[in-house]
């Protein structure tokens, strides 16, 4: 009876253990999210930004701080030279297509040369426009910021994992950042970087195509961190 109450306590104070562990570790990265919404309501407040979808606000803030603390405890990359070399140019590639499937990077019908900055929201904003030649390019802060963490995060997984983990884990987890490029793509076949400038302003008053598809971009962006996360 001594043996089981033993066991018992043992149990309970090793959960505890990992529950202060677990919190220590989350706080810092609390505390970045609860200075980013600060900066992000002040911003709002001092610029007189109607936030008519409040939920618009909290996606940057989302994004940065799961990725920024993906990255940060991701383990070092492992493996020979050639192995590294190998990963890192996959991992491009899918950072590549990420932002072709957002509509980031995409292809001009003309060849044009123009630089231009779009304010709003902390996150959100700047969103730079440049166009050079063929090739131009839409950039929001918080979504460019969250697929270069998803390819990071993939590089290092495929220096660590066998072949076999690789496959099992690895080919679900991109194909989830895929269909998140994919969905939050929709902006641009629904308006395109004239969307994604009216949600920095307004947030809302665009209409609820960019929100929902934000919204489940938001949902596989945490699945595809999490998945890459887990990889050892």
Do not use: N
């Amino acid at each position: 009876m001594s043996d089981a109450r033993t066991d018992s306590t043992d149990r309970v104070a090793a959960v505890l253990d990992r529950a202060a562990s677990a919190l220590a570790a989350s706080t810092p990265w609390l505390a970045l999210a609860v200075v980013q919404l600060v900066v992000v309501l002040g911003y709002a407040v001092v610029a007189e930004v109607a936030v008519t979808e409040p939920r618009y606000a909290f996606y940057p803030v989302v994004w940065l701080t799961v990725g920024a603390a993906a990255v940060w405890h991701a383990p070092s990359a492992a493996g020979s030279r050639r192995r590294r070399a190998l990963a890192a140019a996959v991992a491009l590639a899918y950072l590549a297509v990420l932002l072709w499937f957002t509509g980031t990077v995409y292809v001009m019908p003309e060849w044009m040369y123009s630089l231009s900055a779009f304010g709003g929201l902390p996150g959100w904003a700047p969103i730079v426009t440049l166009m050079v030649g063929p090739v131009g390019a839409s950039v929001v802060p918080f979504v460019v910021a969250g697929y270069a963490a998803l390819a990071y995060l993939t590089y290092v997984a495929l220096t660590r994992a066998t072949r076999g983990l690789a496959a099992a884990v690895l080919g679900p987890a991109t194909c989830v950042g895929c269909v998140a490029a994919g969905v939050s793509g929709l902006l641009a076949v629904f308006g395109g970087t004239g969307v994604t400038v009216g949600f920095t302003g307004a947030l809302g008053a665009t209409g609820g195509v960019g929100g929902a598809a934000y919204d489940a971009a938001t949902v596989v962006y945490l699945v595809a961190v999490t998945a890459l996360a887990t990889v050892d």
